[in-house]
């Protein structure tokens, strides 16, 4: 047991330490901004103020709790408490002034007033958590050609045990696992236009694909911006959706949200009044130097190149997926064209666009310009190290997939067409396909 997990920690550790500068100075920053990703925080109050400031409600600890060795989180096992899979919040407009926020893009979402955007499952000692998520699934039974059936895990949520009053009649729900934060760098330099260009929200060219950009209001830019980070795209910048973890996953505050409280709302007062980790020496939890180092840690967390397989077999899976359609929405290549990068080529295998994926992955909640059937597509860079990153698979946005293959019968809505091309393959070419995507 011991040496299985020193064996995946040494595994890991190697994959994780992989970055684009590797000059001494550089690599410094990059390991300071790794441990404060994986630094532990405390509640406040504590003599060594530099940790403290946790809370008063969370659903992690650290970053590194949920994005585990940078990699995905995973589903909580029977009778645990979820970690890495928390739920949104939200309700639809209520007044005019809701309606106004929603239309100029000033919010991408109102919040569910009792419990905030974010339902956190821990609270600091003295303080209730604001509830438990539970989540039954049921099996789902999907025929493929040469009589094979795969079972779906449906799953269904619930909030339970609620801490602070009933939740608004009109609550929305959206959970959400941890994804991978390999290649987020890279995607933060993708530029606005070469994103838009597969931009085609009424389908013109009438390919049953759409492709839509979100759009929402940067807090760090100050201004409309189009949103390529989160599942929904509803964030545009690495800073800001950093920032937003500090203080809507651990509770601290930063310099984009400076309340001590994070998520908590007027209607939690015990806990908008809990001991916090400022003072006038340091009035932010998580000041511009710890922001700044963790900014730095995920915008070079690159993928190890995993090694050319120009096998027939692999030559064979790729056609497939091409021939399926999976490229109309997982474009395989971007080019960066900022000064720094020099036409360098990146291959996320994602358009960073929404697409309506179908009733079966639908969470009935729109955030920003994304509706409740729509998603970003999900890059599938290092999907294939997932096992040796993380040891586990867990896929789509709220790891209901187990396989690949079930991530792939999930899909629906523009993506039906593809889903069904596969079902239709013949079981080889299927592996094929499925063995193509593990050299991502
Ligand atoms: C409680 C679990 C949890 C913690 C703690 C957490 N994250 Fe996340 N992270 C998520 C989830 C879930 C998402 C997807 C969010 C969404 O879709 O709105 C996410 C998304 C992200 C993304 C965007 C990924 C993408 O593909 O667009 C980045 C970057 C990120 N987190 C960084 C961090 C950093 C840095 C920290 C620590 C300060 C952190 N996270 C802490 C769960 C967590
Ligand atoms: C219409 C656009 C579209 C098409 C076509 C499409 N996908 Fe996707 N794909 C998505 C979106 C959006 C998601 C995220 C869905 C979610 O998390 O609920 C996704 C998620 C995935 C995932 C899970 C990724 C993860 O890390 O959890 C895999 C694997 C995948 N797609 C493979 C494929 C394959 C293979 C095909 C072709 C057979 C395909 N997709 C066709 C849009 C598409």
């Given at each position: 047991m011991l040496f299985c997990l020193l064996g995946l920690l040494l595994a890991t550790n190697s994959i994780v330490a992989e970055f684009a500068d590797s000059s001494p100075n550089k690599s410094m920053d990059f390991a300071a901004g790794r441990s404060l990703f994986k630094k532990l925080w405390i509640a406040a109050p504590t003599a060594t103020k530099s940790s403290d400031g946790l809370g008063p409600l969370y659903n992690a600890r650290s970053c590194f709790q949920c994005h585990i060795n940078a990699g995905r989180g995973h589903v909580p096992l029977p009778k645990q408490r979820a970690v890495s899979l928390f739920m949104r919040l939200s309700i639809p407009a209520q007044n005019a002034s809701d309606r106004q926020a929603l239309k100029t893009h000033r919010q991408t979402v109102i919040s569910e007033p009792h419990y905030g955007t974010q339902f956190q499952t821990f609270a600091v000692t003295g303080l209730p958590a604001e509830g438990e998520l539970q989540i039954r699934y049921t099996d789902v039974e999907v025929q493929l050609t040469g009589a094979e059936t795969v079972q779906l895990q449906q799953p269904e949520y619930r909030l339970k045990n609620l801490q602070f009053g009933q939740l608004h009649p009109q609550t929305q729900m959206s959970p959400r696992l941890a994804p991978s934060l390999f290649g987020m760098g890279e995607l933060a330099k993708i530029s606005e236009q070469a994103i838009l260009q597969y931009s085609d929200p009424n389908d013109q060219d009438n390919d049953g694909i759409s492709g839509k950009p979100n759009r929402v209001w940067s807090r760090e830019f100050k201004q409309v911006m189009l949103g390529r980070f989160g599942y929904k795209a509803g964030v545009a910048s690495l800073d800001e959706q950093n920032q937003l973890a500090f203080a809507g996953d651990i509770g601290l505050s930063t310099p984009l949200f400076p309340q001590s409280w994070g998520d908590c709302t007027p209607h939690q007062a015990i806990c908008q009044k809990a001991p916090h980790g400022h003072d006038t020496q340091q009035p932010l939890e998580a000041p511009k130097k710890v922001t700044d180092a963790v900014l730095y840690y995920v915008s070079h967390l690159m993928l190890p190149k995993q090694q050319a397989n120009p096998s027939l077999e692999n030559i064979a899976g790729q056609k497939h997926f091409i021939q399926a359609g999976c490229i109309a929405c997982h474009r395989p290549h971007f080019q960066l064209d900022d000064a720094i990068s020099n036409q360098k080529t990146i291959t996320?295998?994602?358009?960073l666009l929404l697409h309506d994926m179908g009733e079966g992955l639908a969470d009935h909640r729109a955030e920003g310009d994304a509706n409740g059937k729509e998603w970003r597509t999900t890059p599938l860079w290092g999907i294939g190290l997932t096992e040796r990153i993380n040891g586990h698979h867990y896929y789509l946005h709220d790891g209901r997939a187990r396989t690949l293959q079930q991530a792939i019968l999930w899909h629906g809505g523009e993506a039906k067409r593809a889903r069904d091309y596969y079902v239709k393959l013949a079981k080889k070419d299927r592996q094929q396909l499925l063995k193509f995507l593990g050299t991502l």
């Open positions: 996320p295998y994602s358009d």
